[in-house]
């Protein structure tokens, strides 16, 4: 089992910049899972923002991110970072992290259905 916990969302101004985070917890080898980020609006449905593979190597992003949004992760302290620039208020959503298992299909880890495990969220929202 794998608890997540988000946390850096809040209230910023277009332009600013926020740094979300992703704590892992629970009886498990942290650096075994790819982890993901997806954010879902109000009467939207969730969408893939960013992956990182279980060794941080590699980082993948939705073209809406890309250039903007940043993933990292330092396993030693069990926890995936997102950090996000320029932000618009099309970037207005709950950010939810995610883990799952390595070892299924890339394409797998861009729906949510593809991860066992979700942390409660932490709202960003973006002033105009």
């Known amino acids: 089992q794998v608890q997540l916990a988000e946390s850096g969302g809040g209230l910023v101004q277009a332009g600013g910049s926020l740094r979300l985070s992703c704590i892992a917890s629970?009886?498990?080898?942290?650096?075994?899972?790819?982890v993901g980020w997806f954010r879902q609006a109000p009467g939207k449905e969730r969408e893939f923002v960013a992956r990182i593979t279980s060794n941080g190597v590699s980082g993948y992003y939705a073209d809406s991110t890309k250039g903007r949004f940043n993933i990292s992760r330092d396993n030693a302290k069990n926890t995936v970072y997102l950090q996000i620039n320029s932000l618009t208020p099309d970037d207005t959503a709950m950010y939810y992290c995610?883990?799952?298992?390595?070892?299924?299909?890339?394409?797998?880890?861009?729906?949510?259905?593809?991860?066992?495990?979700w942390g409660q969220g932490t709202q960003v929202t973006v002033s105009s």
């Open positions: 995610a883990a799952a298992p390595v070892g299924k299909s890339r394409g797998t880890y861009l729906n949510p259905a593809g991860y066992n495990y």
């Open positions: 629970g009886r498990t080898i942290f650096s075994s899972y790819i």
